[in-house]
T-cell receptor, first 119, second 115 residues
Framework: GAVVSQHPSRVICKSGTSVKIECRSL??????MFWYRQFPKQSLMLMAT?????????EQGVEKDKFLINHASLTLSTLTVTSAHPEDSSFYIC???????????????FGPGTRLTVL | AQSVSQHNHHVILSEAASLELGCNYS??????LFWYVQYPGQHLQLLLK??????LVKGIKGFEAEFIKSKFSFNLRKPSVQWSDTAEYFC?????????????FGSGTRLQVQP
């Protein structure tokens, strides 16, 4: 199946700093990528939809100035957590849709996630 | 807005027992349905999916799920679980009417299979 990578896998930062997380589709192109947040023992909550070449679409309650998303190419989307605070500590997961093939309609491939800890 | 309910939060079974995990969704339109599995320390993997056609869907590793439209349900089943099935299982939905691609996930069910 298609592979999605995330970098870094875990990051620890001080409060007030910004952290960038990369999401890459390794063997396919993705016009759309999604960013989710997963709290401990809870489900994935969609944060935003990242569209290649255009602005991201944010879910209600997600601060767009806090979570900056850039989707500059068909294989890369980045999420920057600006001025991070301890409450931003979480597991961030991206997914990407494979453009090719009707059989993969709406199938998303998930990255391994990035664990962010803000001290 | 859609919502997805997984009523079993934590299930403990012995090996060879049968498994059924419940999933109900709230949206009344046309939906795509998915079950994902997350093994400890690993990323989400697709177990199976339903788009249309036969409501009984077979997935990987012996899992299957049945879409019952009248009950808004998409329960996951496996006749005989193995220790290696220990994982977190997520049901997910997206609606086809709006073209919204993002998935709405249930809260997950943690399955623990004892040897």
């Amino acid at each position: 199946g298609a592979v999605v990578s995330q970098h870094p896998s875990r990051v620890i930062c001080k409060s007030g700093t910004s952290v960038k997380i990369e999401c890459r589709s390794l063997d396919f192109q993705a016009t759309t990528m999604f960013w989710y947040r997963q709290f401990p023992k809870q489900s994935l909550m969609l944060m935003a939809t990242s569209n290649e070449g255009s602005k991201a679409t944010y879910e209600q309650g997600v601060e767009k100035d806090k979570f900056l998303i850039n989707h500059a190419s068909l294989t890369l989307s980045t999420l920057t957590v600006t001025s991070a605070h301890p409450e931003d500590s979480s597991f961030y997961i991206c997914s990407a849709r494979d453009l090719s093939g009707i059989s993969s309609y709406n199938e998303q491939f998930f990255g391994p996630g990035t664990r962010l800890t803000v001290l | 807005a859609q919502s997805v309910s997984q009523h079993n939060h934590h299930v403990i079974l012995s090996e060879a027992a049968s498994l059924e995990l419940g999933c109900n969704y709230s949206y009344g339109g046309t939906v795509n349905l998915f079950w994902y599995v997350q093994y400890p320390g690993q990323h989400l993997q697709l177990l199976l999916k339903y788009f249309s056609g036969d409501p009984l869907v077979k997935g990987i590793k012996g899992f299957e799920a049945e879409f019952i439209k009248s009950k808004f349900s998409f329960n996951l089943r496996k006749p005989s679980v193995q220790w290696s099935d220990t994982a977190e299982y997520f049901c997910a939905v997206n609606d086809r009417d709006t073209g919204r691609r993002a998935l709405t996930f249930g809260s997950g069910t943690r399955l623990q299979v004892q040897p």
